[in-house]
T-cell receptor, first 114, second 114 residues
Framework: DAMVIQNPRYQVTQFGKPVTLSCSQT?????MYWYQQKSSQAPKLLFHYYDKDFNNEADTPDNFQSRRPNTSFCFLDIRSPGLGDAAMYLCATSRDPAPNEKLFFGSGTQLSVL | AQSVTQLDSQVPVFEEAPVELRCNYS??????LFWYVQYPNQGLQLLLK??????LVKGINGFEAEFNKSQTSFHLRKPSVHISDTAEYFC????????????FGQGTTLQVKP
C-alpha cells in the first residue's frame, strides 16, 4: 500500500546530541510536513516542503532544520536537543499545498531526550 | 488567524451508545474543517471534512459532523459506537488564505467501554 513511513518509531538521544528523524512516502506527493506533538497538546506545524521549496513557520526554533533530498524522503534534524524537545514528531504529505487538501500521516517518531 | 478548541479531553461511553465530540473554532476568514482520528500506535487519518455546501458531512466508520457557522462549531457524532472506535480524535481547521496549514485542537480521547 502507498503510505508514509517514519523511522524509527522510538528514538532516544542525549541532551545536546544531534538527532535526525526520517520520513519517506510512496504517494509521490508534492508537499511534506513536519508536526511536533507534545503530550496532551495539539500537533504543531514546524515547517513544510512544497517540492523543493522550504517553508518555515515563524515560531519554529532555529534548532530545528529539515532536508528534502528528493520527492520521497524528508528529514528532520534537531541540532542540539533539549529536554523540551521530547515529543512525538509526525510527518505528513499532501498532493499539493491547498488548504482543503487531505493530509496523509505517518505513525510518528517518539523522541526522548535524556 | 485560526484556532480550534476541543471542549472535552476525554469522553467515556458505553458500547452501542451515541456519542458527540465537540469542536469550536475561531477564524476571521472562510474555513475548511476536518476531523482526524488516531488509533493507538498509528498515524492520523482523515475521518471527514467540510469544504462547502451541505452543512452535514458524512465520513468513514459511520461518523458524521455538522458545520454550524453561527455557533462556529463542527461537532462530531456517531449514533452507536463500537469498541474499535476507541481512539484520539482531532478537530482541525485551515483558512482559505493558508497554504495547507492545518491548525489542530488538542484532541479528545474517546474511550468505549463494553
Amino acid at each position: 500500500d502507498a503510505m508514509v513511513i517514519q523511522n524509527p518509531r522510538y528514538q532516544v538521544t542525549q541532551f545536546g546530541k544531534p538527532v535526525t528523524l526520517s520520513c519517506s512516502q510512496t504517494l509521490n506527493h508534492n508537499v511534506m510536513y513536519w508536526y511536533q506533538q507534545k503530550s496532551s497538546q495539539a500537533p504543531k506545524l514546524l515547517f513544510h516542503y512544497y517540492d523543493k521549496d522550504f517553508n518555515n513557520e515563524a515560531d519554529t526554533p532555529d534548532n530545528f532544520q529539515s532536508r528534502r533530498p528528493n520527492t520521497s524522503f524528508c528529514f528532520l534534524d534537531i541540532r542540539s536537543p533539549g529536554l523540551g524537545d521530547a515529543a512525538m514528531y509526525l510527518c505528513a504529505t499532501s498532493r499539493d499545498p491547498a488548504p482543503n487538501e487531505k493530509l496523509f500521516f505517518g505513525s510518528g517518531t517518539q523522541l526522548s531526550v535524556l | 488567524a485560526q484556532s480550534v478548541t476541543q471542549l472535552d479531553s476525554q469522553v467515556p461511553v458505553f458500547e452501542e451508545a451515541p456519542v458527540e465530540l465537540r469542536c469550536n473554532y475561531s477564524s476571521s476568514v472562510s474555513v475548511y474543517l476536518f476531523w482526524y482520528v488516531q488509533y493507538p500506535n498509528q498515524g492520523l487519518q482523515l475521518l471527514l471534512k467540510y469544504l462547502s455546501g451541505s452543512t452535514l458531512v458524512k465520513g468513514i466508520n459511520g461518523f458524521e459532523a455538522e458545520f454550524n457557522k453561527s455557533q462556529t462549531s463542527f461537532h462530531l457524532r456517531k449514533p452507536s459506537v463500537h469498541i474499535s472506535d476507541t481512539a484520539e480524535y482531532f478537530c482541525a481547521v485551515s483558512g482559505s488564505g493558508n497554504t495547507g496549514k492545518l491548525i489542530f485542537g488538542q484532541g479528545t480521547t474517546l474511550q468505549v467501554k463494553p
